[in-house]
């Protein structure tokens, strides 16, 4: 079982910036893909961006690509959004999910942390 707690959220002006924190309690950390997802209101959940075990060729949804970037430590259980230049349309409940790699998907996720940005 793992369990991924989010942190970092909070209220922040249009062209702002915020960082988000996933911590993972398994010591097998390393060997899972992590993803942020993220629901706005009244929308259904939806993918953000991935990060693979070694932090590296991370897949971005379009609608972040430039000003989001992911990364991990796995050193530390944790890995991060960092989010710039953000905007209205960015405002949701960002979830952080592990992937195993066993073909099962995203198995385990957060409790979700809320970003809401001003215009």
């Known amino acids: 079982q793992v369990q991924l707690v989010e942190s970092g959220g909070g209220l922040v002006q249009a062209g702002g910036s915020l960082r988000l924190s996933c911590a993972a309690s398994?010591?097998?950390?390393?060997?899972?893909?992590m993803g942020w997802f993220r629901q706005a209101p009244g929308k259904e959940r939806e993918f953000v961006v991935a990060v693979n075990w070694s932090g590296g060729n991370p897949y971005y949804a379009d609608s972040v690509k430039g000003r989001f970037t992911i990364s991990r430590d796995n050193a530390k259980n944790t890995f991060y959004l960092q989010m710039n230049s953000l905007k209205p349309d960015d405002t949701a409940v960002y979830y952080c999910a592990a992937d195993p790699g066993d073909g099962s998907g995203y198995q385990y996720w957060g409790q979700g942390t809320q970003v809401t940005v001003s215009s």
């Open positions: 398994t010591r097998t950390f390393s060997r899972y893909t």
